[in-house]
């Protein structure tokens, strides 16, 4: 089927004529940091400036991505001083804020048990969380009105505590485990983005006290969990359970419960959000873009006749997966990726100062014209199997380059999973008046809630 109309272009802030400057935009990124960038910030290819003392350079083109996050991976490596702070209370020395040799011992033993190769094992969960959510939906009086991100949002927080702690994992323990999950997140929420663009380190970044106490219970939770499933001989599949099986690199012993710890805590925080805001993404544009949910209910018609979606079901998904990857483009989860040379490095032929805040910003990235055709339109074509791929460093809401998110695989299939098995069970429109607007903290979220009415399909 092909368009005719015009493409659907779902909502983006204005774009300023020209940005602020110091402190006026420093207030203004506090108050909407995806609307400080002019038009013109999505035409450059890279942006060398200076913020507050220190160097920044925004890289925004496939090559100079590359340049920094392949090929200087060693110099680039480091996460930018304000994510490390705002996130150590709760993740430790967890991959996701280590660097060095510490991160390349953890990669080794993460990467593995969160591969695609996993998905046979890990699938499952994704399909019966999916099919009880659907089923709920279903079973509502017609019109009821949901929040669809939250919803999301819990669905995905299921899926990866089950996914990290074992299928069996009782209802209690999961609830325990989100609440306490979304209480850190909503106090470190004035850790805010404008932040991470680089004020000077020696001022104090003051992680709360509750969240340091919210943190605390995070870990006290987690133990609990772990010594259960460690002591317990079910040998139900669990990241777990691989991670206890897998040896730190170069020796024949496993991590030990600290590790295990932080890094259960890094999958949970990095592997659900995430997710939970491609889906929301997803369900809003297709309430908006007619056409795009024909296309989708057609194919999810042949080839699922109203089943849950398994991972075995993929290739029948296309047009399922075209629209999660366009919607990842518009929308990425992750809109920042904020990283500080160690040493001395060279961008698009200029020389970067050790300390400097190397910046890859996937929202301006997927939108750049000199990348994109189009770039504000929803245009799932793009990714169908037939058209051509998206230049390897233009499209990256997984980032590149060795600090990749080891996820991807599951993280893309949960979404098709859980877009595929959700859309059959119901229409969902947006509540009349919404405004939807994007709205970046560490995620990308169509602001803080989305009000949609659930519609019977008949
Ligand atoms: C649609 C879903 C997801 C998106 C868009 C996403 C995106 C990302 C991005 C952009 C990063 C790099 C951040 C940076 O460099 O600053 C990352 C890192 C990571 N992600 Fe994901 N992620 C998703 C799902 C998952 C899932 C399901 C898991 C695990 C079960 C996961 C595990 C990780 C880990 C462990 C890292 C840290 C890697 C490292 O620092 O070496 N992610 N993710």
Redesign the pocket.
């Known amino acids: 089927m092909s368009h005719s109309a015009a493409p659907y272009t779902p909502p983006f802030p204005p774009r300023p004529e020209r940005s602020e400057r110091g402190l006026k935009l420093l207030a203004q990124a506090r108050r909407d940091w995806l609307a400080i960038w002019p038009a013109s910030a999505f035409r450059r290819e890279t942006i060398f400036t200076r913020f507050l003392f220190r160097d920044v350079v925004i890289c925004n083109s496939p090559e100079t991505v590359h340049q920094a996050f392949v090929e200087q991976h060693e110099v680039f490596q480091r996460?930018s001083p304000q994510?490390r702070q705002a996130l150590k209370p709760l993740l430790g020395d967890g991959?996701?804020v280590s660097d060095g040799k510490l991160?390349r011992e953890r990669?080794r033993v993460?990467a593995p048990v969160?591969h695609a190769s996993r998905l046979p094992d890990l699938a499952p969960v994704m399909t019966e969380a999916a099919a009880s959510r659907a089923a709920a939906w279903a079973a509502l009086p017609p019109g009821t009105v949901i929040d669809a991100l939250a919803e999301m949002g819990h669905l995905t927080a299921e899926i990866?505590c089950r996914?990290i702690f074992g299928r069996g994992l009782g209802a209690d323990a999961a609830a325990t485990v989100v609440s306490a999950f979304a209480e850190y997140q909503r106090e470190i929420g004035q850790t805010d983005l404008a932040s991470f663009l680089g004020l000077p380190e020696w001022l104090p970044r003051p992680v709360n006290r509750r969240a340091r106490a919210a943190a605390r219970r995070i870990h006290g939770v987690v133990d609990g969990l772990i010594e259960t499933i460690l002591a317990g001989g079910s040998g139900e599949a669990s990241?777990i359970r691989s991670m206890a099986e897998a040896r730190v690199p170069g020796t024949d012993r496993p991590m030990d419960r600290r590790a295990f710890r932080n890094e259960a805590i890094?999958?949970f925080m990095?592997?659900h959000e995430?997710?939970a805001n491609?889906l929301a993404w997803a369900l809003f544009i297709l309430s908006q873009d007619r056409a795009s949910a024909a296309r989708l209910e057609a194919e999810l018609a042949a080839t699922l006749g109203g089943r849950p979606a398994q991972v075995t079901d993929l290739p029948g998904l296309p047009f399922a997966r075209a629209v999660v990857e366009e919607t990842?483009r518009l929308y990425?989860?992750?809109p920042l990726?904020?990283r500080q040379a160690i040493g001395p490095g060279r961008i698009a032929g200029r020389d970067v100062r050790k300390g400097a805040v190397v910046l890859v910003a996937p929202w301006l990235l997927h939108r750049n014209t000199k990348v994109w055709d189009q770039p504000d339109a929803f245009i799932p074509d793009r990714f169908m199997p037939d058209a051509p791929r998206p230049p390897r460093h233009g499209y990256i809401?997984?980032?590149t380059g060795p600090?990749?998110?080891?996820?991807?695989q599951?993280?893309?299939v949960?979404?098709i999973i859980c877009l595929a098995t959700l859309w059959q069970a119901a229409r969902l429109d947006l509540v009349e008046g919404t405004r939807v607007m994007p709205v970046a903290r560490l995620t990308l979220r169509p602001g803080d809630g989305l009000p949609m009415r659930v519609l019977p399909r008949v």
């Open positions: 996460k994510h991959l996701f991160w990669r993460v969160t990866i996914t990241l890094v999958l990095a592997g995430t997710t491609v990842m990425p989860p992750v990726l904020s809401p997984f980032s600090r990749v998110c080891t996820g991807q599951l993280g893309l949960e979404a």
